[in-house]
Nanobody
């Protein structure tokens, strides 16, 4: 069993920054991929960024150059630094862990970008 707990969401003005965190606990294996996905109202959930346990990263084109994903393997925690936020970044952000071909999801954290 794996549990994921996200934190760090909130309300921010356009151009501002937020840092999301996701702590994983339970049966964590050394080789896995963690990532962030988001879902805006009326839209499908979409990839934001992923990072492997070997620190290989992947980003959606819409966030490249603005968002940075990182992780601390000792703490089983993944982070998402979001800069230059835009209103279109408003969504619920979900953390995901993939290991042994199984996906585990967090409960989500709301990010709202508005003036």
């Amino acid at each position: 069993q794996v549990q994921l707990v996200e934190s760090g969401g909130g309300l921010v003005q356009p151009g501002g920054s937020l840092r999301l965190s996701c702590a994983a606990s339970g049966s964590i294996r050394g080789i896995n991929t963690m990532g962030w996905y988001r879902q805006a109202p009326g839209k499908q959930r979409e990839l934001v960024a992923t990072i492997t346990s070997g620190f290989t990263t992947n980003y959606a084109d819409s966030v490249k150059g603005r968002f940075t994903i990182s992780r601390d393997n000792d703490k089983n925690t993944v982070y998402l630094q979001m800069n230059s936020l835009k209103p279109e970044d408003t969504a619920i952000y979900y953390c995901k862990l993939n290991q042994w071909s199984r996906n585990y999801w967090g409960q989500g954290t709301q990010v709202t970008v508005s003036s």
